[in-house]
């Protein structure tokens, strides 16, 4: 997606996501240790099927800031 990745974003899906999961298949996504985005240490990151991406992706663009909204901001 070409994206830089921050931490309300990769929160806010991640949570939204993870209810998406629960209400689909009655259970917590399942989770399992991989490095961290900066490639420092590691985290228990949820791991969603393939065919979860979509979604995903729809979400990153529902939460990312528009630059166009606050052209003066930086």
Do not use: S
């Not at 974003?9 to 993870?18: D, R």
């Not at 490095?35 to 393939?50: E, S, W």
């Amino acid at each position: 997606m070409k994206l830089e990745p921050d931490n309300h974003t990769m929160w806010a899906v991640g949570k939204i996501m993870q209810e998406k999961y629960y209400r689909a298949h009655g259970t917590q996504p399942p989770k399992e240790n991989a490095k961290k985005t900066y490639g420092v240490g590691v985290h228990c990151f949820a791991h969603y099927p393939p065919d979860w991406r979509e979604a995903i992706e729809a979400e990153i663009r529902k939460c990312k800031p528009d630059p166009n909204k606050q052209p003066d901001l930086f």
